[in-house]
């Protein structure tokens, strides 16, 4: 589970950032994003860790389902945008978001083993 505590991390060093960069406003979309961006990350590499040592189409299969998961969390920010602009604004909303599940999905390599 490493990639929880880095992604829980990666979520507090983002907030800060945002909060420093867009004020308290940032917050919310900051914790809330990261948080989901490090769950899906979480439920990614739990899809392909299984099938890294097997057959390549089970692993691919795997993976497809796990960038499955990145574009609904892109179009989840998409809909949080849409619906609430106060709450959550585009720009720290989707630096927040990317921010962290960026750095999990490079560190995925490292991650699955």
Do not use: C, N, Y
Request: overall charge positive; cysteine-free.
């Amino acid at each position: 589970m490493k990639e929880l505590g880095l992604g829980i991390a990666l979520t507090a060093l983002v907030s800060g950032l945002l909060v420093l960069g867009w004020g308290h406003d940032a917050l919310l979309p900051g914790l809330v994003f990261g948080l989901i961006a490090t769950a899906i990350q979480v439920a990614a590499v739990a899809l392909v860790r299984p099938a890294f040592a097997g057959e390549t189409v089970r692993l691919l299969k795997r993976w497809g389902l796990g960038m499955l998961l990145r574009f609904l969390g892109v179009a989840l920010v998409a809909v949080a945008v849409t619906l609430d602009r106060v709450l959550f604004p585009p720009l720290p909303t989707a630096f927040a978001f990317l921010g962290v599940l960026v750095p999990l999905l490079f560190m995925e390599a490292r991650l699955v083993r």
